[in-house]
């Protein structure tokens, strides 16, 4: 295999996980949490203590989540570094440039497409896949008098969710406009 295809397929591969995760960052920094909300997820991040009520097991399955947290930024930032170093790579090769964003862009788009579909016509089961993932322990079901559950209830999940499929989806579209924006450039340049 070249070194062009294996750039692209990584490329194809980063891509989508990096949108997926920029958007988590970019929806979660930006959408109104209560106070509660707002110090749990403050503990996620390892920016402060964990100062409300929860139950001893309430308080393990966050501190797993904090765990599960803590490793997505850190693959946030490898992500971001693979396609960074693939476009640094590429800079002064535009036809390149053009082919990584257009196929890491429908890649990203179909990937992600197909997980909003499924999640938007079935959130219940993608809420327990995901859960069985992350949480094979099974410390993740809660009665719905639970502090956890009143302060992160169903409908935050949903609402989250929705709002980083959809910039998922924009960042994707966004790539796959880039690559025929910098196409025309690029053909009108060789004229």
């Excluded at 990096?18 to 929806?27: D, R």
């Excluded at 947290?69 to 390149?96: D, G, P, R, S």
């Amino acid at each position: 295999m070249n070194k062009n295809k294996l750039f692209l397929i990584t490329f194809c591969i980063f891509l989508p996980l990096f949108l997926l995760l920029l958007s988590y960052q970019l929806v979660l920094g930006f959408v109104n949490l209560t106070e509660n909300q707002q110090q749990t997820v403050d503990f996620l991040e390892n920016k402060q203590e964990l100062n409300l009520n929860y139950t001893v097991s309430e308080t393990s399955h966050l501190e797993d989540v904090q765990e599960i947290t803590t490793t997505a930024n850190y693959f946030f930032y490898f992500t971001l570094f693979i396609c960074t170093f693939i476009i640094t790579y590429y800079k002064n090769n535009l036809k390149q440039i053009i082919k990584i964003f257009l196929y890491g862009g429908i890649t990203s788009l179909s990937a992600i497409g197909i997980i909003f579909l499924f999640i938007l016509f079935s959130f219940q089961s993608s809420f327990i896949i995901f859960h069985n993932l992350f949480f094979p322990q099974g410390n993740w079901t809660f009665p719905y008098n639970s502090l956890l559950i009143q302060t992160f209830p169903l409908d935050f999940f949903i609402s989250i969710s929705i709002k980083i499929f959809l910039l998922t989806i924009i960042f994707s579209i966004l790539f796959i406009l880039l690559s025929f924006l910098f196409k025309h450039g690029y053909s009108v340049k060789r004229n």
